[in-house]
């Protein structure tokens, strides 16, 4: 098919169908998909949430004529037949992070405003994943057989771990070439490494002034809301602009806001913990031990390129590692705070585990390290790179170059991946619009239309190249 017919043909087509696209995002994300270990069960293995999503997802699935498949509530996948087994591969998320709070909208429905969806996940990642499935349709939909079966892959734990890519690698291979829908366009051919950890304080003793500190609602975002309950009395406590006082029988709480976002992107963001942490040293509302540990916190939330804790780095492809401060809460007497780094290939977790440790051996306090995903690069001229960015760059007419990112994505985790689209930041969007992991989650009916039409020219050129 010629280009300029495929692409009236694409444009027809997203046209018919966008209506029923709006639809089915919106039933996805009435499903509020958080991971809930508590009440994990068989065939629900991250909790009745993710499990619930990915019934509907193979549900959705199956309505579009593919043929789908639940592996027992870790994962999902739905088959598009070509000609040979041989699979091209695309994966998306069905869970999300909690909604949390500050929201305008109701977190768990789509709200349609003014040419926006907003609803938890219609950007991360369940718009994008029923924007993906609707780009396999396409081709039946047009009688176009085509040379390799498309595989649509529907993950349930990729918030929290991607132990579902774990599971499904266990039993499956993996497809030729894999894209995921969870980034940004043009293209990204590398990700930094990932790397969570906890540091737990040492038991306060009786002279502890903190009686409660909780803040935060994921350890790869950065807490937009955070609160402390302390031993002092609220009529001599000053509020700030961004942390109000008030009485809790005979304690004083505050309660900070900050500005959340997501962990790879600090840039512009409050840590509302770090908030709590500064207001606890400058008006000493701590013992000893807690401001030994108040002060590592301090050191860890106040900068967020880690330049605190002495891993400071950067390097050619990736630039400056990141650090932020995701959670934290009390456990028996003890302060437990919650990081999230993305490093370059300028550092190993060896050092990372190293430095960071020595920091909580220093004061008695103990650090784990919850998660690790080394960094990955795949060579950027590659055919399949160059299908993606032209695909893109065909759709909108711009001449872009492909980039790494700070976030980890399902691509790392795969023999031959990337992560492509469908965000656009170069985009402006009203003030009542935010990102992944925040409040007020939204993404452009426009941005979301201009990506299907993208994957579904990606996919047209990627089954003219040979995986023999």
């Known amino acids: 098919m010629e280009h300029e017919e495929l692409s009236m043909k694409i444009d027809a087509y997203i046209d018919e169908v966008w209506e029923q696209v709006v639809e089915d995002i919106d039933t996805l994300v009435r499903i509020p998909s958080t991971e809930d270990l508590d009440n994990a069960a068989p065939g629900a293995p991250y909790g009745p949430g993710p499990a619930e ?3 509907a997802g193979v549900a959705l699935a199956e309505k579009l004529g593919y043929d789908a498949h639940n592996c027992d509530g870790h994962i999902a996948y739905a088959d598009l037949p070509g000609k040979s087994e041989t699979q091209i591969g695309i994966i998306g998320h069905l869970d999300v992070v909690p909604a949390g709070s500050g929201w305008n909208f109701e977190p768990f429905q789509v709200t349609r405003k003014d040419g926006y969806l907003i609803g938890r996940g219609v950007l991360d990642d369940k718009g ?7 780009a396999m349709k396409f081709f039946p939909q047009h009688n176009i057989e085509l040379p390799y ?10 918030e929290s771990g991607m132990r579902d890519v774990a599971y499904y690698r266990e039993r499956y291979d993996d497809p030729a070439f894999i894209f995921t829908p969870d980034a940004d366009f043009p293209v ?3 990700e930094k490494g990932g790397f969570d950890g906890r540091y737990t304080s040492k038991k306060m003793g009786d002279d502890a002034v903190i009686f409660d500190f909780q803040g935060g609602d994921a350890t ?5 809301q955070a609160f402390a309950v302390v031993k002092a009395d609220a009529a001599d406590l000053k509020e700030t602009d961004r942390i109000t006082v008030s009485d809790a029988d005979g304690y004083a709480r505050l309660d900070a806001q900050g500005i959340g976002g997501h962990a790879s992107k600090p840039e512009g963001t409050i840590n509302a913990i770090g908030l709590i942490v500064d207001y606890l040293l400058e008006n000493d509302l701590c013992s000893t031990d807690e401001r030994t540990f108040l002060e590592l916190q301090h050191k860890l939330l106040s900068a967020s390129d880690g330049s605190g804790v002495g891993v400071k780095t950067s390097d050619e492809y990736f630039g400056p590692l990141t650090l932020i401060g995701g959670t934290v809460h009390m456990d028996d007497g003890r302060i437990v705070q919650t990081i999230d ?3 370059p290939t300028s550092i190993t977790s060896d050092e990372l585990i190293e430095k960071l440790g020595a920091c909580a051996d220093a004061i008695g306090a103990t650090f784990e390290n919850t998660l690790l995903m080394v960094p990955f690069l795949v060579e950027p001229d590659s055919p399949m790179i160059q299908a993606l960015l032209d695909s893109f760059n065909d759709a909108t007419g711009m001449h872009e170059k492909p980039f790494t990112i700070g976030g980890g994505t399902y691509a790392r985790e795969f023999a031959s991946g990337a992560s492509f689209g469908p965000n656009m930041p170069w985009l402006s969007h009203p003030d009542w619009i935010a990102g992944e992991h925040s409040a007020n989650e939204g993404v452009s009916e426009d941005m979301l239309k201009t990506a299907l039409k993208i994957y579904i020219l990606t996919i047209d050129r990627l089954m003219q190249l040979d995986f023999a």
Do not use: D
């Open 53 to 55: 999503a990915l019934k």
């Open 188 to 190: 990204c051919y590398g």
């Open 128 to 134: 994008p994943s029923v924007v993906a499935m609707y």
């Open 341 to 343: 780094i993305r490093y």
């Open 149 to 158: 079966t498309i595989r649509m892959i529907m993950g349930g734990n990729e």
């Open 220 to 224: 790869n975002a950065v807490a937009a």
